[in-house]
């Protein structure tokens, strides 16, 4: 069973900075993009940031600069070094991975569980 598990939220001030990481297991072939989203409370849930296999970055713009994603493809793992945080940038962060599985010959979208990230004071 593909999983993909996300670690590295928690509560941080303005101005703090935090890093979460996502693996993605079990079964899996290959991986083409993967990304983090985020969603608000009352909101709608968002496009943070997608990196693809052969790295190519693309952000909202309201974390360009502050923000970057990164992965390695050996450990099946995705990356948000985030810095400069402020309140806004709360909410519940999810991971995504548009990848193949074992035995299979399509994509399909995998989504984590999701990690919390609180910018407060």
């Known amino acids: 069973q593909v999983q993909l598990v996300e670690s590295g939220g928690g509560l941080v001030q303005p101005g703090g900075s935090l890093r979460l990481s996502c693996v993605a297991s079990?079964?899996?072939?290959?991986?083409?993009?993967m990304g983090w989203y985020r969603q608000a409370p009352g909101k709608e849930r968002e496009l943070v940031a997608t990196i693809t296999r052969g790295g190519s970055t693309d952000y909202t713009d309201s974390v360009k600069g502050r923000f970057t994603i990164s992965r390695d493809n050996a450990k099946n793992t995705v990356y948000l070094q985030m810095t400069s945080l402020k309140p806004e940038d709360t909410a519940v962060y999810y991971c995504?991975?548009?990848?193949?599985?074992?035995?299979?010959?399509?994509?399909?979208?995998?989504w984590g569980q999701g990690t919390q990230v609180t910018v407060s004071s």
């Open positions: 995504n991975a548009d990848l193949t599985p074992l035995n299979s010959d399509y994509y399909y979208d995998y």
């Open positions: 079990g079964g899996i072939y290959s991986i083409n993009s």
